[in-house]
């Protein structure tokens, strides 16, 4: 009887060990499968975009500074008419130093170029640049900006030299600007050309040239009309002499009412 009960716990025992072996391996080749799936998907179509995706949002400075080409390549062509700055100079400083206009002072102030208060009667902010507290002149609009910077560049004596230059050469414009002080970062001209080149905007200094015939995302405001605001003016009566919109002339400008102001310059077709 002793030894019959003995056999049955032998069995048992021999039993559970047998299950708990199977079960160990089973879950060792599940493992290998997940494993190995792992491996087969890691490079697959949906997990790449998923990568790029990550490394890239929406509001990365790359896509910021396409919202910027796009938002002030037209008003940057319409300087290079009216000043001979190369269009892709103007917009590669702009992008810089404003950070691709997300910059603090040009959220403060629409100053997108840096520029201080010197000889200046407008309106002033302090932003600690480098020294604290340092004066900027500030702007009610983005376009008051490019204008000024246009000035600040053809009015000066030290950057005379710069308009020698053929107006599609942006890598002596940038050298130059360094030069004549502009900056003090010995690596600015090599900033500028970088943004040109990567982002190509010596197409806007073809377009203005007529060198070239191709498009770029910012090609609707490339061939834009300014309209200097006159007493008497009103939206609607601009609207009709240039044959387009009241809500058009609104949106071009980032105007959100109706009040415009004499002597403002407006983008209008």
């Known amino acids: 009887m002793k030894l019959n009960r003995v056999l049955l716990l032998l069995i048992v025992a021999i ?5 708990g072996s199977r079960k160990k391996v089973d879950t060792r080749k599940d493992d290998v499968v997940k494993s190995d799936r792992r491996e087969e998907n890691k490079n697959s179509p949906a997990e790449i975009v998923d990568d ?21 390549a037209g008003i940057a062509q319409e300087e290079m008419k009216l000043y001979k700055i190369p269009a892709s100079i103007t917009l590669a400083q702009g992008i810089l130093e404003s950070g691709a206009g997300n910059g603090q002072l040009t959220r403060r102030a629409n100053n997108h170029f ?36 246009s000035l600040f560049l053809s009015g000066r004596g030290r ?21 004549a002080g502009y900056a003090t970062d010995r690596r600015y001209p090599d900033k500028l050309i970088d943004l040109i080149e990567r982002y190509e905007l ?23 009309e300014s309209h200097v605001v006159q007493k008497g003016d009103t939206l609607y009566s601009i609207s009709k002499k240039y044959d ?6 609104k949106r071009r400008n980032g105007l959100n009412g109706n009040n415009i102001t004499i002597g403002q310059i407006l983008n209008v077709k």
């Open 244 to 249: 387009t919109t009241v809500e058009d002339i």
């Open 114 to 149: 840096g520029i201080k208060c010197h000889d200046w009667n407008g309106e002033k902010v302090y932003h600690d640049d480098d020294r604290k507290g340092e004066c900027f002149r500030k702007y009610k609009h983005a376009k008051y900006s490019y204008r000024d910077h």
């Open 202 to 224: 010596y197409k806007f200094d073809e377009n203005v040239n007529g060198k070239s015939t191709r498009s770029y995302a910012a090609q609707p405001e490339t061939t834009s």
């Open 15 to 19: 039993f559970a060990a047998s299950c």
């Open 52 to 72: 790029v995706r990550e490394e890239m949002p929406r509001n990365s400075y790359h896509y910021r500074i396409e919202d910027y080409i796009r938002d002030y």
């Open 159 to 179: 950057y005379s030299e710069l308009f020698e230059l053929d107006a599609d050469d942006y890598e002596g414009w940038a050298k130059g600007l360094r030069k």
